[in-house]
Antibody, heavy 119, light 105 residues
């Protein structure tokens, strides 16, 4: 069974930093591109970032470019999101999700970890 | 950047009725469009990929169509569990549409 479990969400002050983690199991992690998607309270889905299977390619939404860094450790079946210079508008539930290349889409999602940026 | 616009923002229908949801891209995305369903308190679920292909385990009442800039998600006969928010996503820059809330009339 595929499982994605996010962690690391906390309350942080504006300007602060945070690292989110996503522990993957039930599939061959290093075969797949992984994404982060966020959802502000009561709002829609916002794509944040993706990383290729080997970490060689990364992409970011304009809203987080230069502040967030996506990475992965295939030896630990783990995905990360380093978040710096946090703003109040970064407050959201952060999901990690697995991309399926065969049936192209985000086919498995975690339950999310909540990041609150507030003074 | 490619922007996806979904309409309507809210759709009010009764169980058994047909639902038609629209997603329009600001420029062509070929057929590289997916649809997701999200229920309250749950993560999204992939419904349709590449505009018209049902994901694994998705009931046949869900269908997708379109290419280029105009796409449609159709639910042929609404079941009570279908009332949720639906999002489209393209894989040129991975952005989502703003969502359509399907509510019980």
């Amino acid at each position: 069974e595929v499982q994605l479990v996010e962690s690391g969400g906390v309350v942080v002050q504006p300007g602060g930093s945070l690292r989110l983690s996503c522990a993957a199991s039930g599939f061959t992690f290093d075969d797949y591109t992984m994404h982060w998607v966020r959802q502000a309270p009561g709002k829609g889905l916002e794509w944040v970032s993706l990383i290729s299977w080997d970490g060689g390619s990364t992409y970011y939404a304009d809203s987080v470019k230069g502040r967030f860094t996506i990475s992965r450790d295939n030896s630990k079946n783990s995905l990360y999101l380093q978040m710096n210079s946090l703003r109040t508008e970064d407050t959201a539930l952060y999901y990690c999700a697995k991309w399926d290349d065969v049936d192209p889409g985000l086919d498995y999602w975690g339950q999310g970890t909540l990041v609150t940026v507030s003074s | 950047e490619i922007v996806l616009t979904q309409s309507p923002a809210t759709l009010s229908l009764s169980p058994g009725e047909r639902a038609t949801l629209s997603c329009r891209a600001s420029q062509s995305v070929s057929s590289y469009l997916a649809w997701y369903q999200q229920k309250p308190g749950q993560a999204p679920r992939l419904l349709i990929y590449d505009a018209s292909n049902r994901a694994t385990g998705i009931p046949a009442r869900f269908s997708g169509s379109g290419s280029g800039t105009d796409f449609t998600l159709t639910i042929s006969s609404l079941e009570p569990e279908d009332f949720a928010v639906y999002y489209c996503q393209q894989r040129s820059n991975w952005l989502f549409g703003q969502g359509t809330r399907l509510e019980i009339k």
